[in-house]
């Protein structure tokens, strides 16, 4: 039998993670001189009221090589073979962790792969990769279906502040201080594993219908191929209510995947951010 591990990044609930029999290996969060692994000593609700309570501006961390050799080794002492999904490399250096740990195990039982994804998106990849792995598909059709999913699979997120991504260095000071006044929020998508701007809208509402716009735009483009969708939102529920609120009743996005942004994501994303991901399969 063919086991999924993946990271912390996927934001996959204890909940489905068993249900599919995923194995995540934790990335860390740290504030200041306090470091907690992520969603397994530090829950998303735990880390939103640091944020607002901590002076220190949250840093993440990758695994160490050892923490998967710990757990492939389990895993394959087990009897099962491994296929290893993990967050964009472009974005951390989990992948390159997870690779290095592979080489040290026995030829051919590991699989390491990029999927040049994170969040939602890679849960999404996951969820279907496991799903594959308990029917019984062989090492091959799994990596194959990974693969697909990596090229179809698209998200686009927005940011309630841009005082994180600032912050993280990914955007500069004079864009987060127009940002701010004049309420434009960008919406942010993953091109080729790596965040990139989309577009930018007038206000949090106009946002979010341009990202049903563009949700609806796929599936147009993908008539007769199943359609998944994913959501997903950091700090209080307000993002998700509102954006849930604006789909039309019967739109099948209303069955999509649904989990909270995590720690590690939500140290570079903030508090109220929203995102939205799709893919054919």
Known sequence: MIRIVTDSTCDLTDMLASEYGVKIVPLTVHFGEESWKDH????SVEFYRY?????????????SPEAFRKVYQEILDSGDDIVSLHISSHLSGTFQSASLASKDMDAGRVTVLDSQNVCISLALIVVECAKAAKEGKCLSEIVQLAEGMFHTTEIYFIVDTLEYLQKGGRIGKGAALIGSILNIKPILMLKDGMVTPFEKARGTRKAYMRMMEVMDE????????????????GGNQVPLQEFMQNLPEGHPARTAMVIPIGPVVGAHAGPGALGLAFAAI
Not at 40 to 43: H, K
Not at 51 to 63: A, R
Not at 222 to 230: A, V
């Open 40 to 43: 397994e000593e530090l829950s």
């Open 51 to 63: 944020l607002e309570e901590k002076e220190d501006h949250p840093k993440t961390s990758q695994p």
């Open 218 to 233: 796929y599936a147009a483009r993908n008539t007769g191929i199943k359609i998944i969708y994913g959501i997903t939102w």
